[in-house]
T-cell receptor
């Protein structure tokens, strides 16, 4: 089992370009999350999906959109990238609210010039 | 003030030393997590606590709900323990609130 996979691992964009970060899990988990991690700061929640067909904003949703394509896949889209979105992005999953352990993907390092 | 504070931010120690990392929080929680982020970036869950103490190998995690404080201890530390250790709490809205992490370096 692959667990949680993310693509791409690295990406460099110019300001104004768009891209989609992909996340897939084979753990049959209900909940999926997108976080960003910036130096010296804790993980910040961008969007989450408690179950297939639902998505909700987290702490820092501005500039992002998400799609929960099916139970396995949760994508994060930057429509018009800005230098402030330079960060490492992590996708995470867990089975449900009472099953608390989160499983993380390897991360995507994004640089916006 | 952040809702989850970790101390110290950075810690360098010699191999074999006993390590303590602290986490204080200011909100009501249903659970507290300790995670490890390797130098390569991967994040793995170490413990989930709602009370008392848990032990796994050389790692021990404790929580004091009344004092809103948790500690992560590493006994007989080893260079392979070098990583960032992250505390997170699950608040009343079920979302995780994350500490900024403690960077630990163990020198041989």
């Amino acid at each position: 089992n692959a667990g949680v996979t993310q693509t791409p691992k690295f990406q460099v964009l110019k300001t104004g370009q768009s891209m989609t970060l992909q996340c897939a899990q084979d753990m049959n988990h209900n909940s999926m999350y997108w976080y960003r991690q910036d130096p010296g700061m804790g993980l910040r929640l961008i969007y989450y999906s408690a179950s297939e067909g639902t998505t909700d904003k987290g702490e820092v949703p501005n500039g992002y959109n998400v799609s929960r394509l099916n139970k396995r896949e949760f994508s994060l889209r930057l429509e018009s990238a800005a230098p402030s979105q330079t960060s490492v992005y992590f996708c995470a999953t867990h089975l449900g609210f009472l099953r608390d352990e989160q499983f993380f993907g390897p991360g995507t390092r994004l640089t916006v010039l | 003030k952040n809702e989850v504070e970790q101390s110290p931010q950075n810690l360098t120690a010699q191999e074999g030393e006993f390590i303590t990392i602290n986490c204080s929080y200011s909100v009501g929680i249903s659970a507290l997590h300790w995670l490890q982020q390797h130098p390569g970036g991967g994040i793995v869950s170490l413990f989930m606590l709602s009370s008392g103490k848990k032990k796994h190998g050389r790692l021990i995690a404790t929580i004091n709900i009344q004092e809103k404080h948790s500690s992560l201890h590493i006994t007989a530390s080893h260079p392979r323990d070098s990583a960032v250790y992250i505390c997170a709490v699950r608040g009343s809205n079920y979302q995780l609130i994350w500490g900024a992490g403690t960077k630990l370096i163990i020198k041989p």
